[in-house]
């Protein structure tokens, strides 16, 4: 396991991160897949056996629910890891339990550190864009939490390219902590990333965190152009998968995957995470897994890499 300079801040987390979206499953949350909490603490065990140091929640998620798997998980290991959460979504009836406004970021970190079972967040992001309060209301009340010692570093998730620079122009005009990482969707079918946020986050330092880089299973190589679907897969139904995808184009990719990482003794999501990496300011990639032998067969990727070769054909 390597590990990477999280953007510009002081330390390193590793070159894989164990996304918990799916842990525990509950409300609406079920139809993205259930851990239960005996299998997530087992992955947890497994990932933390294998190096990894990085952990990505977010309140909303399973509502709340993989926040407090997550922290009984880590127990006593929580001073040797890094765990980042996020801020947005709806948590409450409350017309004000939604947002990026100071009452609800205030109130949000204090509940989140409760379900984790600790006095600090590691990295603290903002889920996304909240058209509805002022940006620099929501970066002053982030400003105050890293001051105030619960949240170490902050980030952000699913801006867009000028979302991102006013939001690093504001915080440095006025001396506030600075977001260090940005999380967004990236992967062999998705790479608008690299229109404008990769070059954003390349000329500003931050480091780059994708999410779904296996595109919601697609690139896993259990998809195949003319080969019948799994039945209760995520794509199950192309038409009302969570991620659009141009299918055709994804599987020549997903051929070419095949070919390149067999080269490797790898496997095609193996060969799409080692993509991944090599790209600039990616500093962990954030994986997510339903059953043991996908995680490990993700956590198998760090064993080998592709040639510079590799990652160009793959590239085009």
């Known amino acids: 396991m390597q590990y990477h300079q999280m953007g510009k801040s002081g330390i390193r987390v590793s070159e894989l991160c164990l996304g918990t979206m799916n842990f525990g499953g509950r409300g609406s949350w079920a139809a993205l897949g259930s851990v239960n909490r005996a299998t997530a ?31 009984e998980a880590i127990g006593s290991h929580r001073s040797e890891v890094i765990i980042t959460t996020k801020v947005r979504g709806r948590m409450g009836k409350n017309v004000n339990d939604v947002g990026l406004s100071r009452w609800h970021i205030i109130r949000a970190v204090e509940q989140s550190l409760t379900r984790l079972g600790t006095d600090w967040i590691d990295l603290y992001q903002i889920h996304g864009w909240d058209e509805n309060t002022p940006l620099d209301e929501t970066l002053f009340a982030l400003d105050h939490l890293v001051q105030s010692g619960k949240v170490r570093y902050i980030g952000c998730s699913n801006f867009s390219g000028w979302q991102l620079e006013k939001a690093i122009m504001l915080s440095q005009i006025n001396g506030w902590s600075g977001f260090v990482t940005f999380q ?59 991620l659009p995808i141009d299918e055709e184009r994804g599987f020549d990719i997903i051929e070419e995957l095949d070919r390149l990482s067999s080269a490797h003794n790898g496997t095609v999501a193996q060969g799409a995470l080692n993509w991944i990496k090599a790209k600039q300011n990616i500093c962990s990639t954030i994986i997510g897994a339903r059953t043991i032998d996908q995680l490990e067969e993700n956590l198998r990727s760090v064993s080998w890499q592709f040639t510079d070769d590799e990652i160009s054909r793959l590239d085009e």
């Open 41 to 71: 603490t087992r992955m947890i065990g497994i990932c933390l056996q294998a190096g990894i140091n990085f952990f990505d929640t977010a309140d909303i998620y399973s509502e709340g629910l993989s926040e407090e798997i997550l922290g």
């Open 184 to 242: 967004g969707l990236y992967n062999l079918v998705h790479r608008d990333l690299e229109l404008e946020l990769m070059p954003v986050c390349v000329e500003e330092g931050l480091g780059i965190l994708p999410w779904s880089p296996l595109a919601g299973g697609f690139l896993t190589g259990k998809y195949r152009r003319g080969k019948p679907r799994p039945r209760f897969a995520r794509r199950s139904d192309p038409d009302t998968a969570f």
